[in-house]
């Protein structure tokens, strides 16, 4: 009997030792980054452009950047002489229905500004980011394109409140976000904000201000043996030619 209660204890004391063992190789590393602070307008590479649906009264939207941040993240910042910024949209309709504002990211190719995909770091479980509300009942999205390019729409929440708000949304498991094929190195990426009116609510003249876009993602990278092919070309001059000419 006394062998029996020694053998269990024994037991006990073994599962406890090796449960922190097995928690250190847990498969993740999750760390938060900024995808977008808004705060640096002249030296980015990317900058903002938004286009509203059928009904959008002529010359709207509008986008300006703003002195400041809000109160919150304020109180947190050490570099007093850093100049903070946020961007601001204004925008109205012609009338009441299913209308909606695209906030996307743009980038200069030569002379022209194209919608560009910002490319999202590992496998992304949640945004948040800052948005002022002006307590109309209007929707937030964030639109998303997994890997196999398939744009998927993320509701953030309802706009119906007063002042800066942290507003987040997880990212669906059933959403793919990086290929398994090692020559397919596709991972997901930002599309854009969509704003939404919901059908009975006033669209005469809205604005919202945006604020530190932030993602929390698990970098967590599968290390094996000829890791570094995965970025192989083929095509390079100064590849491996073995078997031709």
Known sequence: ???????????LMFAVVCTPLAAQDSGVNYQTYMVE???SPESSEIT?????SKFITEGYPILKYFDGMPNALRVMQSDSDKEY??????FKFNRQGDNWVDLYPTKSSGD??????IP????????????WGAGYAYDLEILVRDCNGRIHTLPVGTLNYHGWRNLAVTVPTNIQQRSRYLSQLKYMSFVAFR???????NVDDFYVFFDEF??????????YDGYELEKAQFGDADSNKEGGK
């Open 85 to 90: 910024k946020f961007l601001g949209m204004q």
């Open 120 to 131: 999202l770091k590992g496998v992304v479980q949640r945004f948040d980011l800052w948005v």
């Open 37 to 39: 602070t808004f705060d």
């Open 214 to 223: 932030k993602a929390l993602t698990n970098t967590r990278t599968a290390s």
């Open 48 to 52: 903002w452009n938004a286009i509203g």
């Open 112 to 117: 022209n500004a194209a919608p560009y995909e």
């Open 195 to 201: 704003i939404r009116t919901q059908p009975t609510e």
């Open 1 to 11: 009997m006394k062998q029996g209660v020694v053998i269990t204890v024994f037991v």
